[in-house]
Every structure is written in C-alpha cells, then in structure tokens.
C-alpha cells in the first residue's frame, strides 16, 4: 500500500509529513490488514461489529473535541485559534453523524456505551497530551507564558494530526472498493473519509502543525514526533481490538485452524537485503588479496593482481548481465498466454538453470573466491542492510514462534550460508530460522574458492520447497508461503498457496505476465478473498492459482501473516 498522494499537498519539508512518512510505511499498512477494515473493505463486516466501532469511535470524537478546545485556549495566535475552532466545529458535526447512523444502524445515540480498554487507552493520552502531561517536555506544572502554552498546543496537534491523516488514508484506500459494489453497506462511512471536506481538514491540521512547529528546538520537535508515533500505534490498537466474530483471510496466524501448519518460506538476496551478495563477497576476496598482501614493502607485483582480480570481477559480472538478458529472451513463449501454463514455464526456466549453474562455474574458475577469511565474511554479514521491515518480522518470528504452529525457511542462490546466518544473527533473528543455501570450502579459516553448490537455479530451490513441504506432518493440513523478488522465484512462488512479490523486478513481471501469470496488489486482493469466505470455505488460497500479490514493504508482509501488536 502506498502512502496516501494527497499527503504530498503539505510542503515537502514540513514537519507534518515527515511524520506521516516516518509513521505511515509500517502503522498505515498494519491498521488496513485489520479484520475489523479488511471485512468492512469487503463489505461483509458484520452489523454488531460495526456497531460496537461506530459506538467506540463516538468516544474518540467526544476526546477529539474537548482536546481541540484545549488547545484553542493554550493557543496565542487568533489565527491559530481560529484554525482550532473550525476543526473542532468539524469534529461536532461528524459526532452528529455518527448520532445519525447510530440510529440508523439501531443504536440508542443516548444509550452510555463504556469505552473499551483500547478506546480509553487512546483517549486518556490525548487529553493527557491536552494538559500539558507530556513524557520528556521540560517546563514547570503551571503554563504561565504565551510560549508554554503555544509549546502544550503545538503537543496536542501532533498527537491528533495522525489520526486525521490515518483516516483520510484510509478513506481513500477503501474508496475503490465502492465501485465494485454500488449497495456496499459502509458505503456513507468510507465517501465520509475520503470526502474532500476530510481531506480539507486533514491538511488543515498538518498545516497549523507546521506552523506551531516553527519555533520549536530540535528536542521539542522530536517530542511531537514520538507523541505523533504514540498516536499511530494506539490508533492500529484501537482498529486490532475491534471485536470481529467471523472467519477473516488476515492476520493469516488467525485465518489458519489452529491445527494448521504455517510455513513461511523467503527469498534472501534483494528480498531481504538491500544489496545483492555476490557483489559483496566478490569484494571481501578483493580486499582480502589487498590485505594479505601487504607487507610494509611497495609491491607492484601485488597491486597488479589486486587489480587483475577486480578485472575480473567486472568482467564476469557484465558477461553475467548480457547473457543473463539472452536468456529471458529464449525461454519467452513467442505471446502472452492467457492463463497459467506451469509446464511450459518450467521447461522455459530449465534454460535459465544451465545458464545459472554455467554462471557459477565460471565464478569458481577465475579463481575471484579464493583466499577470503570467514571472520571477515561474518563481520561483512554483520553489516549487510536489511529491508526495512525484515528485522521486525523475523524477531516477532523468533520471539514467539514456540508458541505458533509455524515453520520458516530461507531458500537462497547466496555462495555462503554463513553470510546469511551472520546477517540475522546480528539483529537476533537467527532463532528458529531454517537456512538452505551453497556453502565456501573452506581450509582452516580461508576459502578455497569453490562453493559447495546445493541451490544454483530456479529448479534446485522448487525442488527444495517440494522437499520441505512433503517432509512436513502429512496428518495436519498446512498453508505455505513463499516470498521472493526474482525470476529464480517464481516456480516457489507459483507452487506456494500464498506467493508475494516484493521489490519491483521488471524480468519477473515480464517473464510471469507472457506466461499467463497475474500479479495484484496484495491488500485488494485480501479484500476480494474475504468477499468470497464462507464459513464452510475452508481455504481461499491455493497453489498454482495463477495470481501473484505484490506488495509496497515488509510492512505490508507483516501485517498479512503475524498481524499487528496488538492482534
């Protein structure tokens, strides 16, 4: 899911966007994977539900008022004042709204409904924000000065702005589901938020945000950032603690009979790193010539074949490249198949299995892998960057995986295992983690420059997947995963129940779409699988669909499988 376009109105330095930027990749997506909003998306949220929100959120608007009026006393500025007095003119006319549907939904507006634990969790920290009761603020109980209490107003608008933000969000992420249903029952309550009137004051308040934002030290604007995160996450508690009797697709840890197998197989390189790691291994044996090298005495010879080595190196990686784009090229079906045709993209794919395995041959001749010093390639693996995301989704795996019925491997063409063991060690990942991938030979400490070749090819890792599947309980009944970014994923992805795509590969596009695949993004998919559950469907997902789903981040992956926090 992408961040919302109209947040982009606010200037590109403001304060108010930063925040959303920095709040919304990850709270954003883990609110929309809700229950509660994936069910009311599809339209088949069920009436107690929805009413026990509307009822909930009545307390939110009631908190949202009296907070606005707070802040419009602490302000001293009649424009900024003026500001508050119309978003907090907004807010009373969504509360006579709500009085309105309410009724219309059957409940007495005048009936007290106490707030549930997540909505008073929220509320109590805006007023609190309100009053000045702000964890780190420096300054004394009484608000004497003008600036003091501009400071407690600039607070208390940075702890409502996300809110704002979020549902203007959110309204316009669900929009796009109206059309496809003209009766959508919660159609009057998405047109609310995706109204240009919402929108309107959304940005009104990121503009008086910036504004009151101004004057701000450095530590007091990272105050109203923690105060805008705060806000965030009790926001995606708030929508996670809605109450939702029904079978549901997402979190898919609640979608699964508790006698289910999960297993979660990903990708390494480019899936879960930044960078690919045979680029990186090839310049740890660099620098490992370099440094073995060296002995205090100007030595041409050695620079010579440092630099030969790097030569090489580059040579191997653009004859990589080239041939690597012949080969798509071959195993293309001369037009786009209308349907999923696995066979015929198998037999294309073994092309790119002799092309890899030639590849890695070539490697291992030149000798480029020679001489590299484990320790080295663990302190490398240390380093390596991680998607932002990954490190989140793993630890909540490792963390809590004894108690889940769930399993998880990584399949990888990486040379060296140990680079990958290094890389989710080091952010305590490793717990748990399943790794299948080539190894170095090694004579002591030092890499002989051969790899112990185990997974070369979009075949070998298919093959693997089918191994781990079949070797699971065959008396349970189990789902899988599979995520990955290339082309050399795309039999896991296919024979997997669920196949995610991240990154943004054009090869895997190409090469799936001429062979009658379909990718679609992941959160409308999810909302068109739980239109079509029952109680009595068992799965909605399966292998061999045909239908990939791709996905903006890690985020996204996270919130799908595992849920929020607060789930």
């Known amino acids: 899911m992408a961040s919302s376009s109209s947040a982009a109105v606010v200037a590109e330095g403001s304060a108010a966007r930063r925040f959303w930027i920095a ?25 107690d539900a929805f009413r026990h929100y509307i009822a909930q959120d009545a307390h939110f608007l009631h908190a949202f008022a009296r907070a606005y009026e707070m802040a419009e006393d602490c302000a001293d500025d009649d424009d900024d004042r003026a500001t508050i007095a119309a978003l907090r003119k907004a807010i009373l006319q969504e509360l006579s709204l709500h009085a309105s549907v309410l009724k219309e939904w059957g409940v007495d507006p005048t009936k007290e409904i106490p707030p549930s634990a997540a909505t008073a969790k929220y509320t109590d920290f805006l007023l609190a924000t309100a009053a000045g009761k702000v964890d780190g603020a420096k300054g004394s109980d009484k608000m004497v000065t003008p600036f003091e209490k501009t400071k407690i107003a600039a607070y208390t608008v940075g702890a409502m702005t996300p809110c704002m933000r979020l549902y203007a969000y959110l ?51 990272e105050i109203i950032a923690k105060l805008y995160q705060q806000a965030m996450k009790l926001e995606v508690e708030f929508f996670s603690a809605q109450l939702v009797d029904q079978p549901v697709v997402a979190p898919l840890l609640r979608y699964c009979d508790p006698k289910y197998k999960l297993l979660v197989f990903s990708d390494f390189d480019l899936t879960c790193t930044v960078v690919d ?59 786009e198949l209308k349907s999923l045709d696995y066979d015929q993209l198998y037999k294309g794919l073994e092309m790119l299995a002799e092309f890899e395995k030639l590849a890695n041959s070539r490697v291992v001749d030149s000798g480029v892998l020679r001489g590299m010093n484990l320790e080295d390639i663990r302190k ?5 960057i991680l998607q932002d995301g990954v490190k989140s989704f793993f630890q909540k795996i490792g963390k809590t995986r004894e108690s889940l019925n769930l399993d998880i491997h990584i399949l990888s063409y990486c040379w060296c295992a140990e680079l990958i063991r290094s ?114 469907e068992k799965s909605t997902f399966k292998a061999r669909s045909g239908v990939l789903y791709t996905v903006s981040s890690w985020s996204e992956i996270h919130a799908f499988i595992l849920g929020s926090d607060f789930s």
């Open 171 to 221: 309204g316009k992420e669900l929009t796009v589901f109206l059309k496809h249903d003209q009766n959508h029952p919660y159609k009057k309550w998405i047109n609310t938020y995706a109204s240009s009137d919402f929108e309107g004051n959304a940005l009104q308040i990121e503009e008086l945000l910036d504004k009151l934002s101004i004057s701000l030290t450095g530590e007091e604007l």
């Open 380 to 384: 490398a693996g240390e380093r390596l």
């Open 23 to 47: 709040a919304s990749t990850r709270e954003a997506a883990f609110a929309a994977y809700t229950p509660f909003l994936l069910s009311l998306a599809a339209g088949n949220l069920r009436l």
């Open 277 to 335: 790691s045979s680029a990186i291994l090839a310049e740890i044996a660099i620098l490992s010539f370099q440094k073995t090298s060296q002995s205090g005495i100007d030595n041409t010879l050695d620079r010579m074949k440092s630099a030969d080595l790097r030569n090489s190196w580059n040579m191997l990686s653009k004859q990589y490249m080239e041939e690597y784009e012949e080969c798509m090229e071959r195993l293309l079906p001369p037009e």
């Open 423 to 536: 890389a989710f060690s080091s952010v305590g990942c490793l717990n748990g983690l399943n790794i299948h991938s080539n190894e170095f030979a090694f004579e002591g400490s030092v890499s002989t420059g051969q790899i112990d070749r185990k997974m070369q090819s979009p075949l070998d890792k298919v093959e693997k997947f089918k191994s781990i599947k079949s070797g699971t309980d065959s008396t349970a009944p189990s789902l899988s995963v599979y995520i990955g970014d290339s082309v050399g994923d795309l039999l896991c992805l296919l024979e997997a129940d669920i196949g995610i795509v991240v990154g943004s590969s054009t090869s895997l596009r190409r090469v799936g779409k001429q062979f009658g695949v379909s990718f679609v993004p992941l959160f409308p998919g999810l909302v068109e699988k739980q239109r079509q559950l029952t109680e009595q």
